[in-house]
């Protein structure tokens, strides 16, 4: 439509005998000269997808601004004379007149806005494409050349009409850039939409269907109404559940989506279902788990309780024994009623561990440090010099407290054999977690203690307990390393 109307304008120059209408109309070239390189420039953006971004706003603000000074300028000439220069204006002979400083100012201007169009299509295009500008780069340029010669007066430039050859290159230039898919086309621009897989629907601002995909349903007359009257964004109706409606507002009219979600929603039951079921067999799990852990406990007191049961057992048997056996001897009858006191005592604290399971089922630090107090403080009473060291961070359980005591009172039953015995012993805890018993017996013996006959039935206690243990010694002396961990032995 430019070009027309511009060779419209040359031909009425060329065939008119009014001279200033001529000279207008000359003057008018130039304002078809300063629309079309920003509308290439706008082109050659859309094409590459930043025709709505801000900088491109600007821009072609700042072009279409430039552009209306140029042509203004141009129209005025005859008041300040920038475009050209000339004593008789006659717009009929060339040669007449020469370029002022605001036409070299509107050569630069095309030149800039075409270099930019190919910058701008080169970037934009894929690396396989990029070769494809060449031919119509080839093609403006040999426009530039013949717009440079024109300006500079060549003979065989100025022998051609400047309106038809400019409009010539600018259109093949164009349909190059279209055939060779530089520029998408409108009717690529419709094929593409038409066959996407899409429900898609392009509305007027009355409602009414201008476009849509092949794949497109039939219009629903209240999501139309919605999508005329809402906001842009997603809706749902009533009537169509399994259907979600995308709004975009578009240049005149609206876009509407429309996507099936019957198979998520069908997913979504499906999940649902399957969520309350996973929630039943977790209720289960839990409520199985509570069990379990409820009979492991139970388990573990009446492991205890038997353990405690068969101890005690063994206790006051020996203790009714040796009270029943008692010698005449001072000594001897003294020696034996100290070890019937241990016995006691060993009884007491192993009792006391059942009571302290059912009030609690873990022994805190301050706890053991009294159990350790109070049982150095039996054994210094039956000459037994004695000492406890406690060194833990966390509780530790009934059970494996019973562990401990079993192998305290067999190194303390061992002490009560030796001749001037000191026991000391500490408890403390791994980084592991495991509990470390550490026993140092010494005596005034002059034999070595880990030989004896007694020290293998210790050994024999250990292993029924089933502790991991080192039991070494030497002369006078007997050292016991025992681990246990989570309330078991190890």
């Avoid at 649902?272 to 069990?291: I, S, V």
């Avoid at 001897?332 to 006691?344: F, G, K, S, T």
């Avoid at 561990?353 to 039996?378: F, H, K, M, Q, S």
């Avoid at 562990?403 to 303390?412: K, N, Q, V, W």
Wanted: hydrophobic letters at 45%; aromatic letters at 8%; proline letters at 4%.
């Amino acid at each position: 439509m430019i070009l027309t109307l511009w060779l419209t304008a040359v031909t009425i120059k060329w065939n008119t005998t009014d001279l200033k209408l001529a000279r207008y109309l000359w003057y008018g070239y130039y304002i078809p000269m300063a629309c079309l390189p920003p509308l290439c420039l706008s082109c050659a953006l859309k094409s590459a997808g930043i025709e709505l971004g801000k900088t491109a706003v600007r821009l072609k603000t700042a072009c279409i601004a430039l552009g209306i000074v140029l042509a203004v300028l141009a129209l005025t000439n005859d008041v300040h004379r920038l475009f050209f220069t000339f004593d008789v204006p006659n717009p009929g002979l060339v040669g007449m007149y020469s370029y002022g400083p605001a036409y070299w100012a509107f050569f630069a201007y095309n030149t800039l806005y075409y270099l930019a169009f190919f910058c701008v299509l080169w970037r934009s295009s894929r690396s396989a494409m990029r070769g494809l500008v060449v031919p119509a780069a080839t093609v403006a340029t040999t426009g530039l050349l013949f717009c440079a010669a024109y300006a500079l007066r060549a003979k065989w430039a100025v022998s051609f009409n400047f309106s038809l050859v400019y409009g010539i290159i600018v259109m093949v230039t164009l349909e190059l850039c279209l055939d060779l898919g530089l520029i998408p086309s409108t009717r690529s621009f419709k094929k593409v939409f038409d066959d996407l897989p899409f429900d898609l629907k392009i509305l007027s601002r009355n409602g009414s269907l201008y476009h849509q995909t092949k794949v497109a349903g039939p219009l629903n007359a209240n999501a139309v109404n919605r999508a005329n009257h809402g906001t842009p964004g997603s809706f749902r109706l009533p009537d169509l559940p399994d259907s979600l409606f995308i709004v975009w507002p578009l240049s005149g009219g609206t876009a509407l989506l429309t996507q099936d979600m019957s198979g998520l929603n069908e997913l979504n039951r499906t999940l649902g279902k399957q969520g309350t079921e996973l929630k039943r067999d977790l209720e289960a799990l839990e409520h199985d788990r509570e069990l379990v852990e409820l009979l492991t406990e139970l388990e573990v007191k009446s492991r205890l309780v038997d353990d405690v049961d068969a101890a005690l057992s063994a206790s006051m048997a020996e203790v009714t024994a040796l009270l029943n056996n008692l010698p005449t001897e001072p000594h001897a009858r003294q020696r034996q009623l100290e070890r019937a006191r241990m016995l006691v005592a060993y009884c007491k604290r192993k009792g006391s561990l059942v009571l302290a399971e059912a009030a609690d089922p873990e022994l805190d630090r301050d706890r053991i440090r009294l159990i350790a107090n109070e049982l150095a403080c039996d054994l210094r009473a039956v000459g037994i010099d004695c000492a406890a060291l406690v060194n833990l961070d966390h509780p530790v359980a009934a059970q494996q407290a019973s562990t401990l005591y079993d192998c305290i009172y067999d190194m303390a039953f061992m002490a009560f054999e030796c001749s001037s015995p000191a026991l000391i012993y500490h408890l403390g805890e791994r980084d592991d977690g495991l509990i470390e018993l550490r026993a140092h017996l010494q005596s005034d013996d002059e034999e070595d203690l880990s030989s004896l006959p007694r020290t293998q039935a210790l050994r024999e206690r250990l292993d029924k307990c089933d502790v991991i243990y080192a039991l070494t010694g030497n002369t006078g002396q007997l050292v016991l390393l025992a681990r246990v961990k989570g309330g078991e032995c190890v």
